[in-house]
């Protein structure tokens, strides 16, 4: 068992790696380099063919072995990061979904970013109520029993956190795609249609806005429209056909399609509806947008459409000539993604991606460039259409409207530099 | 014989099934319990700047000052300035126009009511919701001073008087204009061929060297 292959894999230095894989050059394009950056660029001789692996030949774990199933020993790298200098504490902070080492459209549950702002709370589901109350026929109390016997939903939906990329108002500063994107995750939820619940406490003519509130020690605060509480959120109690990850807000979130994160309640304990918003912390001093004249937008609640190539980037640099896969994501929160174009030079020339999966309203959206790298320099961009007509803007466009000091939504398009080396690096180009 | 009776039985059966089955259905669930005014008392702490929500109770900011110091000071700092990360309370009046804006209660926030509403359910961080109602007030009443919103030290800040403080940015805010203010984003024919002449690199993140190694990565259990 001392094969280096059997080694707990060490991170490589970025540097270190790319040299290696590079000085192997072309060779290395026929060799099984598809699992990424972590991958070696040359396996155990003692592994490969025609010699047989110790794997083949003694047996594996059984089947008890982890009750719960996690990931190979080998992606111990794919994890949630976060960046220590951003917050003053970690329990009101925020960490980052390694998007470059993930495909297809689902985030797994472990990966999902997780943004609290009093820690994440850890409630036995049997303490756990939530209350209904304010103008409404009548006020009531729920057990998570009484939840699960409500006619129930699945939807898969993005949550992206309003200050996703809000470290790049002023220029590219993280040199991370999980950094400057990974506030982003998708997920399928089965939740009861808030609808439901408030009809079955029957809301009043006069009742026009919900507060929502946490359970836990920020006891989190919004006021969402009654019409949007009407259309389309959930209750949520399971993601990805499980319950609710702790740092999720088990057992109950609410689930609010296509508007920003911030407004998802976690551990959900009490709505009430009123005639007018309550102007919370997170509405006012946070969550609002300052603009060039000193005024703020406020209850900027949807998320414009936004995409990001996610290999190749920092993270995830190109190692081999030769053919090659460029993947990214696009979302929006007015609708579906129909349509995503793709530059390699900078913007001087563009192509439509091949959208690939499930296009779903509200949801992230896979796409792919499959391409010819021969270690010419690359300036990669993506730009998301979504079904309204909405183009994703550059980031000068949207700094031209809204200054610099937004702080949230920033959807301009990202641009990153991939060096004849395979290196890549975020950047702004003119 | 007609086939009729057997399409209209199923017809019914349809109709009692969706009757039963759909979400959309009218009637009462019957599921949930009424919820006791007393249930409702330890938990209804929102406040609006209405003054929907003040709970009875007064304060000074002078009582603040002496709760503010044994209770916010360690990370807002003695004048509500801020350490380390922690947020700063005070100042920043007339900045929101500037390269760095200091957003702060006096500078930004629009209603006092969010200043007592937020310390009454989140502060002290880690402690919350430990604070009674007077304390909340008084702290309240200490915030505004510091930042000029209040002047005398014995003005008593109840539910009243709270609704009645304006703050100095509360016409400062407007709400979401983007599909009016951003309408150029929609229904564009980005080019695709020949689109520009140069594409040159202006910033690199690299050059800031801010990003955390990836040794500093939360380890993995």
Not at chain 1, 199 to 210: F, H, S
Request: with cysteine.
């Amino acid at each position: 068992m001392a094969d280096q292959s059997d080694e707990e894999p060490k991170r490589p230095s970025r540097r270190g790696f790319l040299t290696a894989s590079v000085a192997s050059g072309v060779a290395a394009a026929t060799a099984t380099s598809a699992l990424g950056q972590q991958a070696p660029a040359a396996g155990n001789p003692k592994n490969l063919p025609p010699k047989i692996p110790s794997w083949t030949q003694v047996l594996g774990d059984g089947v008890a072995k982890y009750p719960y199933g996690k990931p190979s020993k080998y992606e111990k790298h794919v994890v949630r990061r976060d960046v220590e200098w951003l917050t003053a504490s970690r329990e009101s902070s925020i960490n980052f979904t390694p998007l470059h080492a993930l495909d297809g459209i689902i985030t797994p549950n472990g990966l999902c970013f997780e943004r609290h702002h009093g820690g994440a709370a850890e409630i036995n589901p049997a303490d756990h109520r939530l209350m209904l109350h304010g103008l409404v026929d009548k006020p009531l109390i729920f057990t998570m029993g009484d939840i699960m016997r409500m006619p129930r939903t699945n939807r898969v939906h993005f949550l992206e956190c309003a200050a996703n990329s809000g470290m790049e108002w002023r220029g590219a500063q993280l040199n991370s795609c999980q950094f400057t994107h990974g506030m982003v995750h998708n997920v399928m939820y089965t939740g009861v249609p808030l609808k439901v619940l408030l009809d079955e406490a029957g809301v009043k003519p006069t009742g026009k806005w919900l507060l929502v509130e946490g359970a836990d020690s920020a006891g989190m605060t919004r006021s969402i429209p009654i019409e949007k509480a009407m259309a389309d959120c959930l209750v949520a109690f399971k993601m990805n056909g499980e319950a609710l990850r702790t740092e999720q807000g088990y057992p109950l979130r609410l689930v609010v399609p296509g508007w920003e994160g911030n407004l998802w309640i976690k551990w959900l304990r009490r709505i009430e509806v009123g005639d007018k918003p309550w102007f919370t912390h997170e509405e006012t001093s946070k969550y609002t947008t300052l603009m060039t004249d000193g005024r703020a937008r406020q209850f900027t609640f949807i998320m414009d459409a936004k995409s990001v190539v996610t290999n190749p980037s920092p993270e995830a640099p190109l190692s081999v000539k030769g053919r090659n896969v460029l993947s990214g994501l696009a979302w929006s929160g007015r609708g579906t993604i129909p349509r995503v174009d793709v530059t390699l030079d900078g913007g001087k020339n563009w192509r439509e991606a091949r959208i690939d999966g499930p296009v779903l309203d509200r949801s992230l959206t896979r796409f792919y460039v499959d391409f010819d790298w021969k270690g010419e320099e690359l300036l990669i961009q993506s730009r998301a259409h979504d079904s309204t007509g909405y183009v994703q803007p550059t980031k000068d466009e949207l700094r031209a409207v809204r200054g610099l000091n937004n702080i949230y939504h920033n959807n301009g398009i990202q641009t990153w530099l991939v060096r004849s080396t395979g290196e890549t690096e975020n950047v702004e180009i003119s | 014989m007609s086939r009729f009776p057997e399409w209209r039985a199923g017809l019914i059966s349809l109709v009692l099934c969706l009757a039963v089955l759909s979400p959309a259905a009218a009637e009462k669930l019957g599921i949930g319990r009424a919820l006791t005014p007393e249930e409702l008392k330890g938990w209804d702490i929102a406040v609006r700047p209405d003054g929907h929500g003040a709970p009875p109770g007064k304060g000074t900011a002078a009582q603040g000052e002496e709760i503010f110091q044994t209770q916010c000071a360690s990370c807002h700092g003695e004048f509500g300035e801020g350490k380390d990360r922690w947020p700063t309370l005070a100042g920043g009046h007339g900045t929101l126009k500037h390269d760095r804006p200091e957003k702060t209660v006096g500078s930004y926030w629009p209603y006092a009511s969010t200043v007592f509403d937020y310390i009454k359910r989140a502060m002290p961080f880690g402690n919350a919701q430990s604070l009674s109602n007077d304390e909340v007030y008084a702290l309240t009443a200490y915030v505004l001073q510091l930042n000029d919103v209040i002047t005398d030290p014995k003005f008593e800040l109840n539910a009243k008087t709270m609704q009645a403080i304006r703050m100095p940015n509360a016409k400062g805010f407007y709400d979401d204009d983007r599909e009016t203010a951003e309408k150029s984003f929609w229904n564009r024919k980005p080019c695709m061929k020949d689109c520009k002449k140069d594409a040159t690199v202006l910033n690199r993140a690299r050059m800031l060297d801010v990003t955390p190694d990836s040794k500093s990565g939360p380890k993995v259990d």
